[in-house]
Nanobody
Framework: QVQLVESGGGLVQGGGSLRLSCVAS?????????????MAWFRQAPGKEREFVAS????????YYADSLKDRFTISRDNAKNTVYLQMNNLKPEDAAVYYC????????????????WGQGTQVTVSS
């Protein structure tokens, strides 16, 4: 079974930065390697619905962001390490949430229900 493990969350002061990491391990995605998968980040704040943050295609050539986050967040991937990153700058209290890594074998999408694999999430807390 494939596992996605996020790390890098924590408490940061407003205006600060964090870099989240997600490592894929434990096998292959239906016979393909993790490097063949679209990877994405979603987030969910207490009492709110899960929200798309960013996605990157298997090659890294297609990148998409939530419109409200594209000026502050950057997604990237290192296929040699089976790792996807989310660099978050100028963090605001409203960015506080559990951030989830997700993967799918098809092209990028912002619909969380279309992702096949999910990590357990990493908590990001932003103090004002």
């Amino acid at each position: 079974q494939v596992q996605l493990v996020e790390s890098g969350g924590g408490l940061v002061q407003g205006g600060g930065s964090l870099r989240l990491s997600c490592v894929a391990s434990g096998g292959t995605f239906s016979g393909s390697t993790a490097s063949s998968c679209t990877m994405a980040w979603f987030r969910q704040a207490p009492g709110k619905e899960r929200e798309f943050v960013a996605s990157v295609s298997s090659s890294g050539g297609e990148i998409y962001y939530a419109d409200s986050l594209k000026d502050r967040f950057t997604i990237s991937r290192d296929n040699a390490k089976n790792t996807v990153y989310l660099q978050m700058n100028n963090l605001k209290p409203e960015d506080a949430a559990v951030y989830y890594c997700a993967a799918r074998l098809r092209p990028p999408t912002g619909w969380g229900g279309l992702y096949d694999y999910w990590g357990q999430g990493t908590q990001v807390t932003v103090s004002s």
